[in-house]
């Protein structure tokens, strides 16, 4: 009925982007070195832990990356066979090659759904499983999973509920002709779109907060329980224990804690009301 892939773009070499938010050069050897490790920890284990496996997951990297990093890489996801690696020629390259890959193989299949997931990030085990849930043989349809988690693991570990409209982890379900796949819009333009469903029911993504982020800071809130959690999130086993001893306590933070859920809900509000009322208007 349909084919359902999972697409992360790696170290694309992108002009508009050429440091991260301390200033420091993206897409050195030290930039994929911690994006490795943060991948191996976080993003790999979440995803080959879903619950359905009737995905595949589409990985593309530089050109450029070196061959040790591509032997790691490559060994990392050897016993997985619905993860396919991918070289091209920087973030221009990005959009054309899977639309030539998905137009090549999914000749025949009435319907194809896209995910998006950055390589730092982390799904719940049954994320595959419920955006196929919301497939309804419709032609054109964004599934945006609002709610989520916010885990920040440097300077110092600590956990929230978050909600973001338009977010990363978005996908699309569309009829096979001509397909444009999620990647056609950056995840903040599908704002754009009207025919779009918000998914509300279940936290389908934790987005991991870093010191290396280019973005994203740490605007979690709420009392949440690491033990509640990581049954449904899975990181390496390593980090799980990182994770179990290190956790800061929500007694400790419960100022930002208040202060974050403030703003969250107010930026969600405010979203919703400007689609609401039809501020955000489609190309």
Known sequence: MFSHYLITRFNLKNPKWDVTKNNETLLT?????HRLWLFENFCLPSVTAQTSTNFTWLIYFDITTPPAYRSRIENLIERHKNIRLFYI???????PEIQKLITAETQGQPYLITSRIDNDDCIHKDFIAEVQKQFNNQDYRAIDVIKGYSLQIKPVIMLGKK???????????EKNDNPKTVWFNDHNLWKKETRITQVTHKRLWMSIIHEKNKVNEFDGYGNIKWEDVKQDFIVSTQMQSNIDANILP???WAWTSFKNGLYVNWVLFNKMLKKALGIYRIK
């Open 29 to 33: 050897d030290e930039w994929l070195e």
């Open 89 to 95: 020629e920087g973030m221009p390259s990005f959009y």
């Open 163 to 173: 909600e973001h409209i338009f977010n990363p982890f978005i996908s699309l379900i």
């Open 250 to 252: 929500h007694n400790k």
